[in-house]
T-cell receptor, first 114, second 112 residues
Framework: EAQVTQNPRYLITVTGKKLTVTCSQN?????MSWYRQDPGLGLRQIYY???????DKGDVPEGYKVSRKEKRNFPLILESPSPNQTSLYFC?????????????FGPGTRLTVL | DAKTTQPNSMESNEEEPVHLPCNHS???????IHWYRQLPSQGPEYVIH???SNVNNRMASLAIAEDRKSSTLILHRATLRDAAVYYC?????????????FGKGTKLSVKP
């Protein structure tokens, strides 16, 4: 089954404690991205990657890092989380040959930073 | 980025058709029109997309105005499972490729 998986699904942490949210897709997609969703602000793109070892900033990249060492994985790293990063996070992927087609989203990771 | 305008909310009865409107008066010639929906506690889910012609798939139909300044997502027979927030999004993959600009969407309620 084609899917995007994220782990963990729920996380409560404290300010300053480094964390990583993993994202994996099984569709051999080149393009992967991270979004955050906040009430009243909709989904906003954090970072994206066009392929292995190629990453770039989205609309709200401050406080986040990503890496793309393998095609299937695109982890989101919060080196020093702060309460304003409390949000619902979604990973998404799509094949470059079909960029105007369906993007696949993961189930979401709800992060709370105390 | 081209913007879309949707009603905040709509209601429908189960088994009846639903027409969800979207205005996009500043659409450019290369913008695709996408519809995604988000069920409670889930990630966005693709519904349908089109460029100029009307489109049908197993989930819905997309009717695009001749001038492309508006479109309508049609759910032919609403079910309770169709209760979700529906997003109309314009996609132009030249710049920040793949970045879908989500607005506030239309919250669809379906009554049994």
């Amino acid at each position: 089954e084609a899917q995007v998986t994220q782990n963990p699904r729920y996380l409560i942490t404290v300010t300053g404690k480094k964390l990583t949210v993993t994202c994996s897709q099984n569709m051999n997609h080149e393009y992967m991205s991270w979004y955050r969703q906040d009430p009243g602000l909709g989904l906003r793109q954090i970072y994206y990657s066009m392929n292995v070892e190629v990453t770039d900033k989205g609309d709200v990249p401050e406080g986040y890092k990503v890496s793309r060492k393998e095609k299937r994985n695109f982890p989101l790293i919060l080196e020093s989380p702060s309460p304003n990063q409390t949000s619902l996070y979604f990973c998404a992927s799509i094949g470059l040959a079909e960029m105007h087609n369906e993007q696949f989203f993961g189930p979401g990771t709800r992060l709370t930073v105390l | 980025d081209a913007k879309t305008t949707q009603p905040n909310s709509m209601e429908s009865n189960e088994e009846e058709p639903v027409h969800l409107p979207c205005n996009h008066s500043t659409i450019s010639g290369t913008d695709y029109i996408h519809w995604y929906r988000q069920l409670p506690s889930q990630g966005p889910e693709y519904v349908i997309h089109g460029l100029t012609s009307n489109v049908n798939n197993r989930m819905a139909s997309l009717a695009i105005a001749e001038d492309r300044k508006s479109s309508t997502l049609i759910l032919h027979r609403a079910t309770l499972r169709d209760a979700a927030v529906y997003y109309c999004i314009l996609g132009n993959y030249g710049g920040s490729q793949g970045n879908l600009i989500f607005g506030k969407g239309t919250k669809l309620s379906v009554k049994p």
